[in-house]
T-cell receptor
Framework: AQSVTQLGSHVSVSEGALVLLRCNYS??????LFWYVQYPNQGLQLLLK??????LVKGINGFEAEFKKSETSFHLTKPSAHMSDAAEYFC??????????FGQGTTLQVKP | GAGVSQTPSNKVTEKGKYVELRCDPI?????LYWYRQSLGQGPEFLIY????????DSGLPNDRFFAVRPEGSVSTLKIQRTERGDSAVYLC?????????????FGPGTRLTVL
């Protein structure tokens, strides 16, 4: 069965600092992986997804994630945080029926 | 184009009442999903429709919860005899064909509060 673990429910960084949000997955089949972002009072928005091919995936707003099979990880990074990046971030893996299995989420706080 | 819409945005009801939550997916999307998000948690799957039929309802917590999609577009999630524990944000998502590589597009959610 698939599962997702996000280490760190809250991450705080200074504006301009590196953002690193951790996601580890468990999957019995080659995984596809998604990162979604949820801004306050808004729906979830896709940041990026890994399906096949290049293991370094670039998404919107300067975010990227690297699929590392040996580490069963799909960590999300951004070189320089912006105030507008403050939001909740969810890593997810789909089941074979397409339903998404989400991690618990990580709240990113960006300090001026 | 228009995204996924959900109505109402907020619903306050009393314990024991019946509620209906509506989802209008992106036009042409055959797959529709309902999730529930409790405070501080990630969304949890409830039910998945492929066209008019429920392809996977394994996430419905009990028989008080029911969902329909009679014409393969709009879906309604129905909750009978609501309980305080049903309070959550109910999210709807749609995707083009329901393949597990397809992006799911989410609506803004309905915040349900059961007093």
């Amino acid at each position: 069965a698939q599962s997702v673990t996000q280490l760190g429910s809250h991450v705080s960084v200074s504006e301009g600092a590196l953002v690193l949000l951790r996601c580890n997955y468990s999957s019995s089949v080659p995984p596809y992986l998604f990162w979604y972002v949820q801004y306050p009072n808004q729906g979830l928005q896709l940041l990026l997804k890994y399906t096949t091919g290049a293991t370094l995936v670039k998404g919107i707003n300067g975010f990227e994630a690297e699929f590392k099979k040996s580490e069963t990880s799909f960590h999300l990074t951004k070189p320089s945080a912006h105030m507008s990046d403050a939001a909740e971030y969810f890593c997810a893996v789909p089941s074979n029926t397409g339903k998404l299995i989400f991690g618990q989420g990580t709240t990113l706080q960006v300090k001026p | 184009g228009a995204g996924v819409s959900q109505t109402p945005s907020n619903k306050v009801t009393e314990k024991g009442k019946y509620v209906e939550l509506r989802c209008d997916p992106i036009s042409g999307h055959t797959a529709l999903y309902w999730y529930r998000q409790s405070l501080g948690q990630g969304p949890e799957f409830l039910i998945y429709f492929q066209g008019t039929g429920a392809a996977d309802d394994s996430g419905l917590p009990n028989d008080r919860f029911f969902a329909v999609r009679p014409e393969g577009s709009v879906s309604t999630l129905k909750i009978q005899r609501t309980e305080r524990g049903d309070s959550a944000v109910y999210l709807c998502a749609s995707s083009l064909a329901g393949r597990y590589t397809d992006t799911q597009y989410f609506g803004p959610g309905t915040r349900l509060t059961v007093l």
